[in-house]
């Protein structure tokens, strides 16, 4: 009797000490005795502190999902967290801001650039983030580095005094506040820079620093106060983790789903079921009677594992769900259940027909309007207006093709990921292969569903397919059946400039006389371009991720018209540009126009890189973030050949490289009337090119 009474109290016990820790680990699903709060934000499993008391057990998954708790302060790493979001598999951390502070005469007092980096569990959301620069003349540079593909990006603030009116001065629009929301998917790295487009002097009401930041979209509200003080050092902004041992990751009643920004997975809780799907004892069964639910008579619930039914009683009719028929009196119900059976039987015959006739008839409605969808696409995208003008010039019909939108799916194999050849801020370029075998490049821009662009698109594609130059990449034809238009270009098969020419890849670089040739070849083709119709083409884009290369180093110039997608003319109060700073004409800022010139001005910048194989945009070059102004000082230092690339500087070379040198600063002159033309540029070279043969 004795004994077991014990063994009962030591049941009870045990009972009431589990349940203490099942009710304290219930919080923030941490293990049993692990830390579940650092000050006021959550710690679920799999991230943890340290290790189970009395255990050796840690209260983390892995190393990845290590967290430490100072002074009520969360940690990853050395990177105060806020939040921890165990559905949604996000993380908010803070990081650093980066900043540049200047004085009166332009000289930098203090610099800081934030470089970002964590452990393969963790890639930047690219939803839920954006980058934020404040200044009066500030110039943000973002570079996203990756293995495939890199993606820089940034913005542009001026200030204008006074604020302007029509816009409320305290949003994020240009005027000392600028941002980018569309932050590359997938991304782990980032660096930060802010530097200034005019030594920081011309700043009317003097502010003397810049800064920029990623921070989580909604955290930031921008005042005009910020730019004479601003209060914080750190920023948030949030992470997708993911798990990568999915083996044991997924506890009882979750299931495991690949994560779609890249490597990993994540576990969420079956239909049904709620909790932490991470935690050893998985996700327990909701019960759904006893919270609101789609039951018409609350009494009449029934909670199952998995899920709830609903009934009526008895002498009631309908299936007992407030979304379905509910419940009714019926007092005749049993007397004419038989007759009911038997009318059931016939109709349900009767029905089948029914269903078998409205299912065919809407699959061919189906069918119908899908046909009418691509219809009003290619209406709405211009495809009259094009096929219009196209027919109007004898002999283009057969060189810009119209494309169905089929067809581009078959080539693509439906746009997918592994046919990814290139992305930028404003499109995503496919390889695709055409049923004769001929392979092709299709770029879709990422722009939405403004008229006024669809027209420049369409006038774009008019003029682009005009152009017939060996030294241009042939666009093919385009598609406008689908909503954002489509582009077909030739496909050039070795890669761009940045390929074989880059600092960090060393290995058999372009020999000079190469790097000369394709200089003067991509000179000719846009000399070309800007000559060739009566109104100017001008790229407003050159860079060596856009010359490509074919397999005898012959250069193709590409993606014009990609810029012309982006409203650039907006030159109103809103001075943001989205697109490649280093080569960027400065005299843009106070146009707010880009012409032939700035071409010539991008193409300087090309040339340099030629000569120095070195970054545009290099944060570690002691305040000379830019190439070309890194380039002008070093000229002026009489310093070039320091500069100029090792691999290919020798004795014969040396004199045409000085020669390239002084055209590349003439190219980049501030004013642009001191800037040769494009074909000045082209004739020069090919002297140049032609004395050394
Ligand atoms: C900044 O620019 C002004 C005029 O453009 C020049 O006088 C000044 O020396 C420059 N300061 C620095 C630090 O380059
Ligand atoms: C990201 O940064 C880490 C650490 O600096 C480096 O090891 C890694 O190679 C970088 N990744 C890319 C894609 O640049
Ligand atoms: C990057 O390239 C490697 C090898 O070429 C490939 O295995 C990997 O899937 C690529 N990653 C992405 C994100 O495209
Ligand atoms: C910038 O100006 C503010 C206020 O005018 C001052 O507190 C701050 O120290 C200055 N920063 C630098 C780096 O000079
Ligand atoms: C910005 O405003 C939002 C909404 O009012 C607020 O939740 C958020 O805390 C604010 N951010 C900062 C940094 O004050
Ligand atoms: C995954 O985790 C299990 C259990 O912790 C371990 O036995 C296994 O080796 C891990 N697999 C990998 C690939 O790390
Ligand atoms: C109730 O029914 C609606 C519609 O079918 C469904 O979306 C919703 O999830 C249901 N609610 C519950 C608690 O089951
Ligand atoms: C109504 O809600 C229940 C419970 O969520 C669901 O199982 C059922 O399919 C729903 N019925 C309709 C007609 O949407």
């Not at 004892?281 to 909670?303: A, F, L, M, T, W």
């Not at 008895?314 to 009318?343: A, L």
């Not at 060393?506 to 070309?528: D, F, G, M, N, V």
């Amino acid at each position: 009797m004795y004994v077991r009474e014990t063994m009962a109290d030591l049941k009870m016990m045990l009972f009431i000490l589990l349940f203490a820790a099942a009710m304290a680990a219930s919080e923030a699903q941490s293990l049993a005795g692990c830390l579940n709060k650092c000050g006021d934000v959550d710690i679920p499993y799999p991230f943890g502190v340290g290790v189970q008391p009395g255990t050796s057990r840690n209260c983390f998954l892995d190393e990845t999902f290590q967290l430490t708790c100072d002074k009520s302060t969360l940690f990853l790493k050395d990177l105060p967290v806020s939040n921890i979001f165990l559905q949604e598999g996000q993380i908010d951390i803070s990081m650093h801001i980066s900043r540049v502070c200047f004085d009166r005469s332009g000289v930098v007092l203090d610099q800081s650039i934030s470089n970002f980096y964590t452990g393969g569990a963790f890639t930047i959301s690219s939803g839920k983030n954006t980058i934020i620069s404040l200044g009066c003349d500030t110039l943000s540079f973002a570079y996203f580095p990756d293995h495939n593909l890199s993606y820089s990006g940034g913005c542009v603030t001026l200030c204008d005094t006074p604020p302007p009116k029509e816009t409320n001065p305290n949003t994020c629009s240009g005027s000392g506040c600028c941002q980018v929301n569309n932050i590359p998917i997938g991304k782990k790295n980032y660096s930060l820079a802010v530097s200034t487009f005019n030594n920081h002097t011309k700043v009317l009401a003097f502010n003397n620093c810049s800064y920029s930041f990623l921070a989580k979209q909604g955290w930031f509200n921008f005042s005009l106060d910020y730019l004479h003080y601003f209060p914080f050092d750190m920023a948030p902004f949030s992470l997708d983790w993911t798990i990568s041992n999915s083996t044991y990751a997924c506890k009882s009643n979750s299931y495991c789903m690949d994560s779609k920004v890249g490597a990993g997975f994540n576990c969420k809780c079956k239909l049904g079921f709620e909790g932490n799907p991470y935690h050893p004892d998985g996700c327990h069964d909701v019960d759904e009677c006893s919270r609101p639910n789609n039951c018409s008579i609350p009494k009449q619930c029934y909670n199952f594992v998995g899920g709830y039914s609903c009934s009526c009683p008895p002498h009631y009719k309908g299936d007992g769900y407030t979304n379905g028929t509910g419940c009714t009196k019926d007092h005749r119900r049993s007397m004419y259940k038989w007759v009911v059976i038997i009318i059931a039987l016939g109709c349900s015959v009767g029905l089948l027909v029914v269903i078998a006739v409205v299912l065919s008839v809407g699959w061919a409605d189906k069918q119908k309007s899908l046909k009418d969808l691509r219809k009003r696409n290619f209406e709405q995208n211009g495809g009259c207006v094009l096929l219009g003008q196209l027919s109007q010039k004898e002999g283009y019909t057969e060189r810009t093709k119209i494309f169905k939108e089929v067809q581009l799916i078959n080539a693509t194999n439906n746009f997918h990921q592994s046919r990814v050849i290139g992305t930028g801020g404003q499109c995503i370029v496919y390889k695709g292969i055409l049923p004769n075998n001929t392979p092709v490049a299709i770029k879709k821009a990422k722009v939405g569903d403004d008229p006024r662009q669809i027209r420049d698109f369409i006038s774009e594609v008019a003029v682009l397919s005009q152009i017939n130059h060996k030294n241009v990449v042939r666009l093919l034809g385009c598609c406008l059946e689908t909503k954002i238009p489509l582009l077909v270009y030739e496909f050039v098969d070795n890669g761009t400039l940045l390929d074989h020419i880059n600092p960090t890849k060393t290995t058999s670089p372009i020999s000079w006389e190469a790097r000369l040739k394709i200089a003067t070849e991509t000179a000719e083709a846009i000399s070309y371009l800007h000559s060739v119709t009566s109104i100017p083409i001008v790229h407003r884009d050159i860079k060596f991720a856009n010359i490509l290369l074919d397999c005898n180093y012959k250069a193709k110039v590409s993606d014009f018209g990609a810029s012309r997608l982006v409203p650039l003319d907006n030159s109103d109060v809103c001075t943001v540009v989205q697109g490649t700073f280093g080569y960027l004409d400065p005299e843009y800022l106070h146009t707010g126009q880009l012409n032939e010139k700035s071409d010539v001005y991008s193409f300087g910048v090309v040339l340099m890189e030629l000569l120095t194989a070195s970054k545009v945009v290099e944060f570690n070059r002691q305040g000379k973030v830019n190439l070309a102004t890194h380039f002008e000082s070093s000229m002026k230092a009489n310093r070039l050949r320091e500069i100029l690339d090792k691999w290919v500087l020798d004795e014969k070379n040396g004199e045409e490289m000085e020669e390239v040198a002084l055209l590349a600063m003439r190219c980049i002159s501030v004013k642009r009337e001191e800037r040769p033309t494009m074909k000045e540029v082209a004739k020069e070279l090919d002297l140049i090119a032609n004395k050394a043969r």
